[in-house]
């Protein structure tokens, strides 16, 4: 396919992870956090809420999953939360 032959896709993930974002993590967690991007495979969310910020961090990992599950493929394999 095109699309991975060429270096674009990593960046149609981020587009697509930006607006689709309230349908992987919910409409609570897309409320709350104001930008994510993609570098490679490595996610960054950030939230002004200490709580939601925590509760990112403790579940990374289920985070990966649900992501991964959603674009069935590996999308993201880390993430940062600022």
Do not use: C, H
Not at 33 to 48: A, C, S
Not at 65 to 70: A, F, K, L, Q
Request: glycine content about 2%.
């Amino acid at each position: 396919m095109l699309l991975e032959k060429s270096n674009w896709k990593p960046k149609v993930n981020e587009v697509r992870m930006r607006d689709e974002w309230e349908a992987i993590v919910g409409k609570t967690i897309a409320r709350y956090t104001r930008n994510i991007y993609m570098k490679d495979t490595t996610l960054t969310i950030y939230t002004d809420v200490a709580a939601l910020k925590q509760e990112l961090l403790l579940g990374r990992e289920q985070l990966v999953i649900n992501i991964n599950e959603y674009f069935k493929e590996t999308v993201v394999t880390t993430i940062m939360v600022r």
